[in-house]
């Protein structure tokens, strides 16, 4: 409980170590997610799932893999490197960050202790100096071969030595905020203090490698107010563009900068490109200095990039990165689905980034991204065990026999394992999704049943939800002041609830309808108007008032672009924030062969014992059949589609999420 409060204290407010105070931030602070109660049957067992078996199975594979090896091994300064990579330390970090969020909701002792077991070890392979990174500590004379013979050497291409330090400030931020306790704070304090004696205008120039210590500079500075770390993580972000060593006439980004976001320089940039992890990363840590600096250059540059990512370069179900060589972002209109890479971090990296620009802005379509990638292309990276992971993301898994290279299964682990450990951060983090609050103005983002107190010129409202989102459009929203208080509720009308699939026009409803989201207030319907996506209802609250909003989640068919040609002729099935997809095991086999044509119809049905309970979308649809090496027919068969994100837990299979309308698009695949 003690521990629970301080999170509060210092999530609210960012005087912490020096008593100081920051003039400019966001106009809109988040409602922390240690003090947003969740009681829901679709992320809370996900989050309890996520601390009792992701994140130890998480600690104990960098135990058995080596990872933890390594740090024991570099504070001997003896030994060889056992891992494969040199940002192998990350894991860790991402782990102790999760963990470090799951203890603020879970008080355990024997974790806490365990952490600090790890950062006992993480301090003794810090160098005197500050610097830390295995790769290199253990044996200075033959550092990982990434890694360069000299510190941050290859800092531009490939060491990760400020990937490294990024994740451990933001481990350190979480573990401080949680526990109250500096060891691991003070490793990372003294690492940043290092990194800016070396890095700066007029000191060693470099553009990171791997974006993350930008965001990280920004924890700290939030959290000592020291305004070099600021500074540091502005720097970093200018120093991009500015590399003459590129071959700017190439068309490839490993040669031309791209790669990396250091083609031109950031308020440059205006679309989305290079390694997606990266990018996304880059552009949450633009927005938080655009937010801290007022910078007018950032922001536009965020926004352009923002639209050219939401209107050419998102799939359907809300992932980024296209292309697998380079993990990286395609041209416009470059969203294949038979080789789909979408990696999971890609997905956290875009909620991150979509969050900031929610809370520098103040739109809803920002909320719509974040949910759109969170309910669909984020959690398919989790198995519903909390014990298996994608590290990739399938659009489509078609002739399972031929095409091997797609990933059809989740695996525990992966040699490069970035995506599982940051998955165990993301997870414990949702509370603090759900709402937001500017001055006498309470967002209500996403609808998880729970409950929140906050306070408005110190005066305390409870706000309870209750529903069975994202399966039902009823909400029931109780608001409580403890007295009568003037105040504006501003809750999120879904872009999907307004005939909108996505903020721009890269998928479309086919058909629009009339139905708009109803709203009462106490029983009684009220007209209300909407702003940047947000139903405003402006009153005097009091005690158990009740908000009752219905959203229409009818079943909708999702249309591309005609300029994003993998799609053509072709529809996916979207019910609520939900993205469909028909799986091998519920249609006969395979999916390759469906057709849903424009007269199909669907119902919903809920399905409490069906993959942790899912509501189903039926159908009767036809399906090409080979009856033999000449001829083929069509037959009408019964179609079951599920959430895409459930998919892959049955065994492997086919899976597809764009279905033909017609014959035509129809790709005949010999069934075995
Ligand atoms: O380079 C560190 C991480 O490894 C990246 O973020 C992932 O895409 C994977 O390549
Ligand atoms: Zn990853």
Not at 65 to 93: H, L, W
């Amino acid at each position: 409980m003690i521990m629970r409060k301080f999170f509060l204290l210092l999530s609210c407010s960012v005087v912490v170590l020096s008593g100081w105070s920051q003039q400019k931030d966001y106009p809109i602070q988040v409602v922390p997610f240690t003090q947003v109660k969740l009681t829901d049957s679709f992320w809370l067992p996900r989050i309890k799932i996520n601390h009792t078996v992701t994140i130890p199975a998480s600690f104990e594979r960098c135990e058995s893999t080596g990872r933890v090896r390594n740090f024991e091994m570099a504070a001997a300064q003896s030994g060889k490197f056992c891992t494969v990579y040199p940002f192998d330390d990350t894991d860790i970090y991402k782990t102790i960050e999760g963990a470090s969020f799951s203890l603020s909701l879970y008080p355990d002792k024997a974790l806490e202790d365990y952490i600090d077991t790890l950062i006992l070890k993480i301090r003794s392979a810090q160098e005197p100096d500050g610097y830390l990174y295995t790769a290199r500590t253990i044996n200075p004379g033959e550092p990982h071969l990434w890694a360069g013979k000299e510190r941050w050497e290859k800092e531009r291409e490939q060491s990760h030595e400020l990937y490294n330090a990024g994740h451990l400030y933001e481990a350190a931020t979480a573990h401080y905020q949680a526990t109250g306790k500096k060891n691991l704070l003070d490793i990372a304090l003294k690492n940043a203090d290092l990194v800016c004696s070396v890095f700066g205008p007029d000191k060693k120039h470099v553009a990171p490698g791997h974006e993350v210590i930008e965001m990280g500079l920004v924890k700290l500075y939030r959290i000592t107010g020291k305004k070099e770390y600021l500074e540091t993580a502005k720097y970093f972000i200018e120093e991009r563009g500015h590399y003459d060593g590129y071959d700017s006439k190439s068309d490839d980004p490993w040669k031309n900068g791209a790669y990396w976001q250091d083609h031109i320089p950031v308020v440059e940039q205006n679309e989305a490109v290079g390694h997606a992890v990266r990018a996304g990363y880059l552009y949450a840590a633009m927005t938080d200095v655009a937010a801290l600096t007022n910078d007018k250059e950032f922001i536009h540059a965020v926004d352009t990039i923002w639209e050219n990512v939401v209107g050419k370069k998102l799939y359907v179900q809300g992932g980024i990165g296209a292309v697998g060589n380079g993990e990286r972002f395609g041209a416009n209109y470059e969203l294949p689905n038979a080789t789909a890479y979408n990696e999971t971090c890609a997905s956290i990296a875009n909620v991150y980034w979509n969050h900031r620009m929610f809370l520098l802005h103040g739109e809803s379509k920002y909320i719509d991204i974040l949910e759109k990638t969170l309910y669909n292309g984020l959690i398919s990276g989790v198995g519903m065990d909390g014990n298996s992971f994608f590290y990739t993301n399938a659009m489509e898994i078609k002739n399972i026999f031929e095409h091997k290279d797609m990933e059809a299964a989740r695996s525990g682990w992966f040699t490069c394992s970035c995506c599982p450990t940051n998955v165990t951060r993301l997870i414990p983090a949702i509370p603090g999704y759900v709402y937001a609050q500017k001055n006498s103005d309470v967002y209500a983002n996403l609808f998880i049943a729970g409950s929140t107190t906050i306070a408005i010129n110190k005066k305390s409202i409870q706000i309870e939800q209750e529903n069975n989102y994202p399966w039902d459009g009823n909400l029931i929203f109780r608001i409580s002041p403890r007295s009568p208080l003037a105040f504006t509720m501003r809750i999120r009308i879904p872009g999907w609830a307004r005939g909108q699939a996505i903020p721009s026009d890269l998928y479309a409803f086919q058909q629009q309808t009339d139905k708009k989201a109803q709203i009462k207030i106490n029983g009684e319907a009220i007209n209300y108007s909407l702003e940047d996506g947000y139903a405003i209802l402006k009153r005097t609250w009091r005690k158990g008032d009740v908000v009752e909003v219905n959203l229409p989640m009818d079943v909708r068919r999702v249309v591309a672009n005609n300029k994003l040609k993998d799609d053509l002729g072709k529809v996916a099935l979207q019910r609520g924030p939900i993205i469909y997809c028909a799986e091998w095991p519920d249609n006969n086999g395979e999916v390759s062969n469906i057709i849903v044509p424009a007269e199909a119809t669907f119902e919903a049905e809920f399905k409490p014992s069906m993959l942790k309970g899912i509501t189903i979308l039926k159908s009767e649809v036809p399906a090409v059949r080979i009856l033999n090496e000449r001829n083929v027919t069509t037959q009408y068969q019964p179609f079951v589609a599920i959430p895409y994100y459930a998919w892959a837990h049955r065994g492997k299979g086919e899976m597809m999420i764009w279905f033909p309308t017609s014959v035509k698009h129809v790709e005949i695949i010999p069934a075995h």
